[in-house]
């Protein structure tokens, strides 16, 4: 439970700490050798010691360490014990000195059984450490001119021997940081800063191909100039400052070339197209790269390169530069070349007006430009044909057609070559006139014009002027319809071609058009006979002739007239039509007037049947009259009048007298009140039934039938109806009564007596007797 730890070694001490242990008195550590005859070292130390140094060692020796912890009877309570090797022996210093300003190096002899070397450097407080393999060894990252105390130690795995005696050593002089520029082409000058502790300074130069001889100076300023150089060529300048006993410190070595020579034969060439010239030149020796300049006012452009051409951009057409090339590397600049002149290509010229002056003549004008020296003016129309005009002036002209466009464009020139090219002017000369021009009247108000297409034309306009007002058409087809035209007028017809571009051509030829008579207007519809109607109407074109036509499902009907009425005949009964007129002239034909409908009277029915229905009603029919919505009949007889009104084609008239002889009409009526009346032959009622009819009976199976005559010319039949038969008397002429026998007994009889009619037809209406 007791442990023991080394914290420090030296060449002849080992540096021992222990924990406190309990119930110790006292500590005792034993060290003795290993493979070295000698004593052991004994060593104690009290309770309150927890720290001990073992001295009088042995160098570069390992030793075994007891250590016993014993109370305060003597009895040893633990005890342990640990191997350690004490540092080498302490290194002796032959020498010390500096070669460079930041590092002294050292000299000693070996050290038996020291595996590194520690070099200590002091200034002051301040120190640097480095550990070294063996002599010589060299402590570094010091002060230039500056007085270090050097000591050196030995190092092996058991720790650091004690410092040697100590040396004294300056470090030498820093060099001196040079500022070197050549300030000509011949020429190079070399300034420094003063150096710590420097008595003086000496600075070589000498060419960096080692051709030629190597210039040396000794000075105690700062500066220098050196002269008679060659132009860009590369020199190597190396300096160094000395202290005052003489003693060179670290030197200073930097590579300068001259700057160049300017360059000489300069050529400049023009690339008109692009407005840029190539500059050429012989090189300079030494130049790196070159700088063209080309100056034309204010304005200033520049190409740099590392050869021995450049190209200048963006040159402004129309202008002198002046141009000039410096030659430069890492030293400076040479001085510019004499300037070259530059005359660039003319712009493109401006203000370019365009104008017809006359029909088919172009003339192209524009402002004079600088260094135009002459002008090419391009002139292509639109189906690829193309002319020039070559002048001195500012002016050109060119012949034109109608309906082209005119692609414009004008160029300068001058030695240099062709300006740019500006603006591309169009012009579009008017449209040509529609060829193939014809204007047909399609209706009376209505005029169908077609034309060929007009080059150039991208609409037009067709205008008819008549004295009533103007009708315009426009549209982009070659066919227009002009309607809503005045009837029976006059019209000048044009049609004008027109382009967005230039607008209408006004020169455009005429044709005359006549429209078609107005249309009439019917006044008067006037019935001379039932069949017969005479047609008014106002005339408005004395050299019309007038047709009117009825229409209607029966059929048509025309008259013609060149006044102002005319009369249809043999209209049928009972038909509806609609009346209009039409105008026709040599320059057409109308628009029907108006229709006027027209109703002729109804038909009368054809068949009428009268029926006696009862003594005192008769059925009267008739067939259908065309026409008629409503009949009237009527019978007329001295004795009376009967009437019937019906929407039917029959009625059943009353009131009517026996044996009584009528007068038939009959009034068919249209729908609108029209009327045809109809006569018929006339009609005798039936003869009126027998009064006072009475029975007898004749024994059990016959019966006698009385009844009183009407009038003494008519004869009478007698009908009995049972339901065991049927049974008929019929009187000799004059009798008044009837005698039917040998009828069945038991039954009940129907007694019928009616007068017979001249055609031998019974009446069915005569009152009936019940006899059972």
């Not at 001058?414 to 021009?437: E, M, W």
């Not at 399609?442 to 991208?458: F, I, L």
């Not at 571009?501 to 006044?523: D, F, H, L, Q, W």
């Not at 009368?604 to 229905?613: A, E, K, R, S, Y």
Request: charged letters at 15%.
């Amino acid at each position: 439970g007791f442990s023991l730890s080394v914290y420090d070694v030296t060449s002849r001490s080992i540096y021992l700490r222990w924990p406190k242990f309990p119930g110790a008195s006292s500590y005792r550590f034993t060290a003795t050798a290993v493979n070295t005859v000698g004593h052991p070292l004994l060593a104690h130390f009290s309770d309150v010691t927890l720290k001990g140094t073992l001295t009088s060692l042995i160098p570069n020796t390992v030793y075994a360490i007891q250590a016993e912890v014993i109370d305060k009877n003597g009895i040893t309570l633990a005890e342990t014990q640990i191997m350690q090797s004490t540092a080498p022996d302490i290194p002796v210093i032959d020498q010390a000195y500096s070669k460079l300003s930041n590092s002294i190096t050292v000299e000693w002899r070996a050290v038996p059984g020291a595996t590194s070397y520690l070099l200590t450097a002091q200034d002051g407080d301040s120190f640097i450490e480095t550990v070294v393999a063996n002599s010589p060894g060299t402590v570094t990252g010091l002060k230039p001119a500056t007085l270090y105390r050097i000591t050196i130690r030995s190092i092996n795995s058991g720790g650091k021997s004690q410092p040697s005696p100590f040396r004294k050593a300056r470090t030498v002089l820093a060099a001196p940081i040079l500022s070197v520029s050549s300030p000509s082409c011949d020429s190079i000058a070399v300034s420094w800063k003063d150096v710590y502790m420097a008595a003086g300074f000496s600075v070589s130069l000498m060419r960096s191909d080692g051709l030629g001889r190597m210039v040396k100076e000794n000075t105690t300023d700062t500066s220098l100039i050196f002269t008679n150089l060659d132009p860009g060529t590369l020199y190597t300048i190396k300096a160094y400052a000395w202290n005052v006993n003489g003693i060179p410190g670290d030197d200073f070595t930097y590579n300068q070339r001259t700057s160049p020579n300017a360059p000489v034969d300069v050529q400049v060439t023009i690339n008109s197209g692009a407005l840029r010239a190539i500059v050429s030149w012989m090189p300079a020796e030494g130049a790196l790269t070159y700088s063209v300049t080309a100056s034309s006012g204010l304005l200033k452009l520049k190409c740099n390169t590392s050869s021995a051409s450049c190209m200048v951009p963006s040159l402004q057409c129309g202008s002198e530069y002046y141009v000039s090339v410096t030659a430069y590397n890492d030293a400076g600049s040479s001085k510019p070349t004499d300037a070259v002149s530059l005359k660039t290509i003319p712009c493109a010229p401006v203000n370019i007006s365009i104008e017809e002056d006359e029909s088919g003549h172009l003339l192209v004008s524009w402002s004079s430009v600088n260094f135009g020296h002459y002008y090419v003016v391009f002139v292509k129309s639109d189906d690829g044909f193309e002319v020039h005009c070559n002048t001195s002036h500012t002016q050109c002209h060119f012949q034109s057609d109608c309906g082209f466009t005119y692609f414009i464009s004008v160029f300068a020139y001058n030695k240099a070559g062709q300006s740019p090219l500006g603006d591309v002017f169009n012009y579009t000369t008017a449209p040509c006139c529609p060829g193939d021009f014809q204007a047909v009247l399609v209706s009376s108000d209505t005029v169908q014009v077609n034309w060929a297409p007009a080059r150039g034309a991208e609409v037009y306009e067709t205008r008819a002027v008549g004295w009533r007002g103007t009708v315009l058409c426009n549209d982009s087809a070659t066919a227009c319809t002009l309607s809503a035209l005045q009837c029976s007028t006059r019209y000048s017809i044009t049609v004008y071609s027109f382009s967005e571009a230039r607008g209408s051509n006004m020169s455009c030829a005429s044709k005359y058009v006549a429209t078609a008579p107005c249309s009439p207007e019917i006044k008067n519809i006037s019935k001379e006979a039932p069949s017969v109607i005479s047609v008014h109407w106002q005339s408005n074109n004395e050299e019309a002739t007038y047709i009117v036509t009825a229409r209607g499902e029966a059929g048509f009907w025309h008259c013609t007239s060149s006044g102002n009425s005319c009369t249809l005949i043999s209209l049928p009964c009972g038909s509806a039509f609609s009346v209009s007129a039409i105008a026709r002239s040599p320059a057409g034909q109308s628009l029907p007037s108006y229709s006027v409908p027209l109703e002729t009277a109804p038909c009368c029915p054809n068949d009428l049947i009268l029926t006696q229905v009862t003594q005192s009603v008769t059925n009267i029919s008739w067939s259908v009259g065309m026409g008629a919505q409503t009949y009237l009949t009527t019978l007329e007889s001295p004795k009376g009048t009967a009437k019937c009104h019906t929407l039917q084609n029959y009625c059943l008239l009353g009131c009517i007298t026996c044996s009584t002889n009528y007068t038939v009409s009959l009034k068919a009526i249209s729908e609108t009140g029209l009327t045809s009346s109809c006569t018929y032959q006339g009609y005798s009622s039936s003869a009126c039934c027998p009064s006072g009819v009475k029975l007898y009976r004749l024994g059990s199976n016959g019966i006698r039938v009385y009844w009183r005559a009407s009038a003494e010319m008519i004869n009478y039949n007698t009908d009995l109806h049972g339901s065991k038969g049927n049974f008929t008397c019929t009187p000799s002429s004059g009798l008044s009564h009837c005698d039917i026998t040998e009828i069945p007994c038991g039954d009940v009889y129907t007694v019928v007596v009616s007068p017979v009619t001249d055609k031998g037809l019974k009446l069915t209406f005569c009152p009936r007797k019940i006899y059972s």
